[in-house]
């Protein structure tokens, strides 16, 4: 029995030093980094491999991008103080993405924006703070198309409109309270099972600003949606508001004895109440201390399809919760114009058709913007337009 004690106890000393000996040996914790960065190469445009990472080695590199395993200690996240404040959104649903009814595909409640109908929405008072900007929005979809001249058939744009939101502390809308919401161009079309049509997908938010004093601070406001577009007078015409799911609670009307612009009477403008739906109409606003700078930095240009001119643009965009980025134009020195569709997610790639441009010098930027409504730009770059 004692030898067989004896056996045991050395067996169970050898497997410490063993084990001893494998800690000795084995790399320390802190060295091992668990999330590799993807880090982009300044000669990225040209394929190149990266051989060295200051503060790090390369693992792998290959068409312009390594993998980095870290050998310092991870940077600890910025806190919450830190972070910009978040804007604060006033609208009939808490969250205001959940207006996902009407506006991207299937019934559509002829829920359309148009010159002989107003969508009107009343919000509650803002909550208490200190706010330096403030904007009124709508989510909007499935804009209607029609043949473009001179192009084949099955060549589609949207049909050309405006739609404006008019904001005030009662139920009356002056010429002088009324904002410029967006073009129909930069709604998102309604898609067709017959055709190819580019630019079809899912409703959109858009904002317009707005000055601070024309915010009630300390009661309702009311928000009326319209278009001042004669075209726009069916749902086959026109856009489409989203809606959500709401209540019996009535906050929100249809008006439908207006034409192309919002009720003057507020003892008739609350003319249909609406329940059970919500329109997707909702003020935004920016808290003081929330302004960061937007990087945009256009990293690439290269040719776009076989035969045409067109360029494609290749940006980066530094900065917090970035809502979308565009290319703007400039002819001939004059001023700054947006071409072409926002751009809502990384990577930033824009195309740039060349028969959309007149001949002669063409400066071309790439701007971009924040949740806040902070813009950056990029530098520009200059273009050589010839037919």
Same mark, same amino acid.
């Given at each position: 029995m004692k030898k067989y004690q004896n056996d045991i106890i050395n067996m169970l000393f050898i497997a410490f030093l063993l084990l001893l000996s494998s800690r000795a040996f084995a790399a320390p914790a802190k060295y091992i980094h668990r999330n590799p960065v993807l880090l982009e190469s300044p000669g990225s445009a040209g394929g190149g491999v990266i051989k060295e990472v200051a503060g790090g080695r390369v693992i792998e590199g290959a068409s312009g991008f390594c993998q980095r395993s870290s050998t310092a200690t991870p940077q600890t996240p910025a806190s919450p103080a830190e972070a910009p404040r978040l804007p604060v959104y006033i609208s009939e649903l808490s969250n205001i993405n959940d207006y996902r009814l009407f506006a991207n595909g299937g019934w559509d409640g002829n829920w359309y924006i148009g010159f002989n109908v107003c969508w009107i929405e009343e919000l509650p008072p803002p909550p208490a703070g200190k706010y330096r900007r403030a904007f009124i929005g709508a989510k909007l979809g499935r804009a209607k198309t029609r043949p473009v001249t001179g #192009? *084949?058939?099955?060549? #589609?744009? +949207? @049909? *050309?409109?405006? @739609? &404006? $939101?008019s904001l005030a502390s009662t139920p009356s809308w002056k010429a002088t309270q009324k904002y410029f919401l967006t073009d129909a161009g930069d709604i998102p079309v309604e898609g067709d099972p017959e055709n190819a049509l580019e630019n079809a997908g899912e409703s959109r938010w858009f904002w317009a600003e707005v000055p601070m004093n024309a915010v009630n601070l300390t009661g309702n406001n009311y928000l009326a949606l319209w278009s001042p577009t004669e075209y726009f007078v069916t749902v086959a015409s026109s856009p489409v508001i989203a809606g959500g799911w709401g209540g019996q609670k009535i906050n929100s009307w249809l008006n439908n004895d207006v034409k192309g612009y919002a009720p003057l009477n507020p003892a008739t403008s609350l003319k249909t109440p609406i329940s059970v739906f919500e329109p997707a109409i909702a003020m935004k606003l920016v808290p003081e201390g929330s302004e960061q700078e937007i990087v945009v930095t256009v990293i690439d240009v290269k040719g776009g399809r076989d035969k045409t001119g067109n360029k494609t643009f290749i940006a980066t965009v530094e900065g917090q919760e970035i809502e979308k980025a565009w290319l703007e134009i400039s002819v001939n020195g004059g001023r700054w114009q947006k071409q072409g569709r926002y751009v809502y997610? +990384? *990577?930033?790639? &824009?195309? $740039? #058709?060349a028969d959309a441009l007149p001949d002669g010098k063409t400066a071309v930027r790439c701007a971009a913007t924040d949740i806040w409504g902070d813009i950056g730009y990029s530098r520009s770059v200059e273009l050589q337009v010839t037919r």
């Open positions: #192009k *084949p058939v099955w060549e #589609k744009e +949207a @049909i *050309p409109g405006e @739609i &404006f $939101l997610t +990384a *990577p930033y790639m &824009f195309t $740039l #058709k």
